[in-house]
């Protein structure tokens, strides 16, 4: 949200005086118990998995809450999602690939300054030290809000080999997509609201519009990579 956003102005100075209000006021007396329940609950939670090693707590997806669970049922959900995609790799030899991801990215690199895609001062940028570097690896957090809670695969790559080199490629090729697709693409939350204000105000929205929405499920595989390439190569070429 803008600050200079009219609505902006007015929201941040309310929002303000309530937040002052909730912290400075003294809690009512029913509040005040229902706090000191719920703290007790949460005390309990913590010795119980301090003395379970068989029981974990996790973080789940897209929701403020955390889901308590048994570590065999984790463990199992991970390894039959793992199987199902056939996407991951299972390090089960003791020699980990890293330094093969490193290498090739460096050659990549190399190759790109070779042919004058690259300056050397941005391939320096670009390149990560190996002791700085780190396998990317899988883990998954609990889609506490969907039936059964299956697992939602996060693949955390923060300091892999190839994650300045992608962003990188974000930062070129993000200005480009927004251009030609800025009208139907939503960057957060704020802008959805904005358009939606936008097509109420059009006249768009009558008593039998629908607003429907999709789920993806297994988005990393569900899009093949050599024709994500070919389409990007396309899109590139018609509006670069």
């Known amino acids: 949200m803008s600050i200079t956003d009219e609505r902006a102005k007015e929201a941040f100075p309310a929002l303000k005086c309530v937040l002052y209000d909730t912290y400075s006021k003294e809690l009512p007396k029913n509040l005040r118990i229902r706090a000191q329940c719920e703290w007790k609950i949460v005390q309990t939670i913590q010795c119980l998995l301090r003395h379970r090693s068989d029981i974990a707590i996790r973080r789940t997806d897209k929701s403020k809450v955390f889901y308590i669970g048994k570590v065999d049922d984790f463990t199992r959900n991970a390894e039959e999602y793992m199987l199902k995609i056939q996407a991951y790799e299972k390090l089960t030899s003791g020699r980990c690939p890293l330094i093969d991801c490193f290498n090739a990215v460096q050659a ?5 300054v070779m042919k004058n ?5 941005q391939r320096n940028q670009l390149s990560l030290k190996l002791g700085n570097s780190e396998l990317g690896h899988y883990h998954d957090l609990s889609k506490a809000h969907k039936p059964g809670t299956p697992l939602g695969p996060i693949i955390a790559s923060m300091y892999a080999p190839a994650t300045l080199l992608s962003k990188f490629l974000n930062d070129l090729l993000a200005p480009i997509f927004l251009k030609v697709a800025r009208d139907t693409t939503y960057i957060n939350g704020i802008d959805v609201v904005r358009k939606l ?10 008593s039998t519009t629908q607003f429907v929405t999709a789920d993806v499920i297994d988005l990393y595989i569900m899009i093949p990579r050599q024709g994500a390439l070919e389409a990007l190569a396309r899109f590139c070429i018609q509006h670069a």
Request: proline content about 0%; cysteine-free; glycine content about 4%.
């Open 108 to 112: 990549l690199l190399d190759f790109l």
């Open 117 to 121: 895609a690259l300056t050397q001062n």
């Open 197 to 206: 204000e936008t097509y109420v105000a059009n006249g768009y929205v009558k």
